[in-house]
């Protein structure tokens, strides 16, 4: 069995694969002050209740855009498992062109979207990942990567508009049903959701008429789900796009 390991700036994701199915996945908050024995420990409680056994996990990948817990999560993989993780990152084969000033600054979350999204639905396409920032990524149907652009994640855009004003509260990020709020926070609601669908919405007309190709918009990521339910402008919500990616990677890279 192949684990696969997201390791992203508010959660670390978990998926357990059986060859090509996606059995089991588990996510847990990002901590930056956790030991080696800490993720040890979750992650053999994970496997334990998927009900595999530590000798049945043949190889772990793991892409990571937070460095700082790279050295203790490591390690409880070797220490737990017994297993030498595959990191992605520069050197790494993908099976994409990456086209980018420097190739070396793309985060291993993006280039692993883009290889799930590829071989998942084929070029010309758009993947967009609602995470802790959004990002945005083409690839062509030739398989070559151009980048994109990010911008701030919801959750983020909605803690800014708190943080920074005296008397705005936190808020549930929901859809309302008007755009005419009557209190401050169905106003804040009605603002931060409506406002990033019409972002959302305005950057891909851009990617589309800036390429003048018809694209496949892909969505995945955490709140990917309640964001392609509201627009018309995202074709398809795949939840498990990263965890693909991971799969492929790794079994690009384990016939070296």
Known sequence: MLLVVDIGNTNITFGLYDKKKLLHSYRLTTWFKRTSDEYGFMITHFLLAASVKIEDIDAVIVSSVVPKI??????SIRRYLKKEPLAVGPGIKTGIKIKYDNPKEVGADRIVDAVG????YGGDILVI????????????EGGTYH???ILPGLEIAAHSLSENTAK???IEIKPTESIQASNTIAAMQTGIFWGYIGSVEFIIKKFKEELAKD???IATGGLGRIISEH?????TYDPNLTFEGLRLIYERNSKL
């Not at 627009?231 to 074709?235: K, N």
Request: net charge negative.
């Open 117 to 120: 999204a590829f071989y998942t």
């Open 215 to 217: 694209l496949k918009v």
């Open 70 to 75: 790279m050295h203790s999560f490591n390690n």
């Open 168 to 170: 705005l509260p936190e």
């Open 231 to 235: 627009t018309e402008y995202i074709d």
């Open 147 to 149: 980048g994109g652009c």
């Open 129 to 140: 990942d609602f995470g802790t920032a959004t990002t945005f990524e083409y690839i062509d």
